[in-house]
């Protein structure tokens, strides 16, 4: 659809304008969107800006959620619960929990690693956050379900 507007040579004439045939809809004031810091953008990547400001600490975390993880699910497997990942459960009959463990756990960080090293530096906070935030979902489910059993 073309959004033009017919005038007469008068009326365009007496707006002062180039073409007096035709005004396009488009040259109306548009209105100004807000300041990048308001936006959803500008909101992550405060965000963003954030947890780069604290990365070792979320390095930390992340090794230590990566650590609780390999507790909790060794802990549940021992008390009879199942392992719910079919990757693990293709894994462990081959490899063992160890060489398991190692092997997933192991290329999970290295991706990570590879991509914190690959991030622009003002993002790279988002990597070890994102491992965070996975691992600590599984350090949860795990330690719901061990207490379940458990108590």
């Not at 507007?5 to 007096?20: D, F, H, I, Y």
């Not at 947890?51 to 008390?79: C, E, N, R, S």
């Not at 960080?109 to 935030?133: D, E, N, S, T, Y």
């Not at 996975?134 to 489910?141: C, K, N, Y």
Request: aromatic share 6%; charged share 15%; glycine share 8%.
């Amino acid at each position: 659809m073309r959004l033009l507007r017919e005038e007469s040579s008068e009326v365009a004439g007496s707006r002062g304008l180039l073409c007096p045939e035709v005004t396009r809809l488009s040259t109306l004031p548009r209105p100004r969107l807000p300041a990048a810091r308001t936006t959803t953008i500008g909101w992550l990547s405060k965000a963003s800006e954030l947890a780069t400001a604290h990365q070792a600490t979320l390095w930390v975390l992340a090794v230590v959620a990566l650590v609780l993880d390999i507790v909790t699910t060794t802990y549940g497997l021992q008390v009879g619960l199942a392992e719910m990942n079919p990757v693990v459960n293709y894994l462990l009959p081959m490899l063992g929990l160890a060489g398991t463990f190692t092997l997933l756990k192991g290329l999970a960080m290295l991706v990570g690693l590879l991509a914190w090293w690959a991030m622009p530096k003002p993002h790279r906070g988002i990597v070890p956050l994102g491992l965070v935030l996975l691992w600590g979902v599984a350090v949860t489910s795990n330690s719901l379900l061990l207490a379940d059993v458990l108590l």
